[in-house]
């Protein structure tokens, strides 16, 4: 079964950090690109930001270049956002994806979000 198990979302004032973390189980995680997406309140899903298989590629979404970094583990099957300076327009559930490449909203399995909520 595969799961991608998001966590470390919570409420935060603008200016404040989180690190999303995004446990993977059941498929082979080093094979896969990796994505963080996130849907705000009455939105459609965005892209936030992607990493190759191995990690030698990273893409960011203007709305986050400079602020946020992905990376992986793979010998932990693990994904991370470290999400910096945050801004209540980051206010979204966030979500960790595996796909072939790391831009865009496509995915082939998707996990079921952390909550992230960004206010004074």
């Known amino acids: 079964e595969v799961q991608l198990q998001a966590s470390g979302g919570g409420l935060v004032q603008p200016g404040g950090s989180l690190r999303l973390s995004c446990a993977a189980s059941?498929?082979?995680?080093?094979?896969?690109?990796m994505k963080w997406l996130r849907q705000a309140p009455g939105k459609g899903p965005e892209w936030v930001s992607g990493?190759?298989?191995?990690?030698?590629?990273?893409g960011y979404a203007d709305s986050v270049k400079g602020r946020f970094t992905i990376s992986r583990d793979n010998a932990k099957n693990t994904l991370y956002l470290q999400m910096n300076n945050l801004e209540p327009d980051d206010t979204a559930i966030y979500y960790c994806?595996?796909?072939?490449?790391?831009?865009?909203?496509?995915?082939?399995?998707r996990g079921q979000g952390t909550l992230v909520t960004v206010s004074s």
């Open positions: 994806a595996s796909a072939t490449i790391m831009w865009g909203t496509s995915h082939k399995y």
């Open positions: 059941g498929f082979r995680f080093g094979s896969y690109a």
């Open positions: 990493i190759a298989s191995l990690g030698g590629g990273t």
